[in-house]
């Protein structure tokens, strides 16, 4: 028969070791208060609360419903909400091969979304084609929206697109909140015929 083993001396858990415990921005602590930047406490809201919108047409989106599930779990970084409307995510994510038909598609979408966005390509097909070197496909969604950080794979295992999204969590965390004013953003919305 196989032996039952029960667990009859517990470890004690502490509250403290099962809390993550927050980061700080940079600034001065005292005695019942915390100085800091305005642009940290926005650039740490965001970065730990970013909406996805997954725009999946082929087998990374696979990789992508893996990297949801309990194993390998996005809602550790605040990303759990994922959403299938443009106007309330602030991070296009591009998984699959692009056909050139789609490509208007995808623009629209990245168009809809409100400022701040941010764009990950992942994997090979979205970020280069991949190895659809044909005249039906769209060598790389860079053609038609700016990305900001591409996943190489193919497909990229979910750890890469966790990687991927940490990426973007530097980006987030460090952005001033003036950039999406600036005047290079702006050249760079208007070299894809963005106004
Ligand atoms: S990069 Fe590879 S796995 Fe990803 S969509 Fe293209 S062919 Fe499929």
């Not at 949801?68 to 409307?85: I, K, N, P, Q, T």
């Not at 193919?154 to 909140?177: F, K, T, Y």
Request: charged share 20%; net charge neutral; with cysteine.
């Amino acid at each position: 028969m196989r032996p039952v083993r029960f667990n009859i001396t517990p470890k004690e858990a502490k509250l403290s070791d099962s809390l993550m415990q927050g980061e700080l921005p940079q600034g001065h602590i005292g005695e019942g208060f915390f100085a800091t930047k305005l642009n940290d406490v926005v650039g740490l809201a965001r970065k730990n609360s970013i909406w996805p919108l997954p725009f999946a047409t082929s087998c990374c989106g696979i990789e992508f419903m893996a990297t949801m599930g309990s194993h390998y779990d996005l809602a550790r970084f605040g990303s759990e909400r994922v959403g299938f409307s443009p106007r309330q995510c602030d991070l296009l994510m591009v998984m699959g091969t692009i056909a050139k038909k789609m490509g208007p598609v995808l623009r629209q979408v990245y168009l809809q979304m409100a400022e701040p966005r941010w764009v990950i390509a992942v994997g090979a097909c979205a970020s280069s084609g991949g190895i659809f070197d044909t005249y039906s496909v769209l060598q790389g969604i860079d053609q038609v929206i700016p990305v900001d950080v591409y996943v190489p794979g193919c497909p990229p295992r979910p750890e890469a697109i966790i990687d991927g999204v940490l990426r973007i969590q530097d980006l987030v965390q460090n952005e001033s909140l003036r950039r999406r004013g600036t005047e290079q953003y702006k050249a760079l919305l208007n070299s894809y015929g963005i106004e």
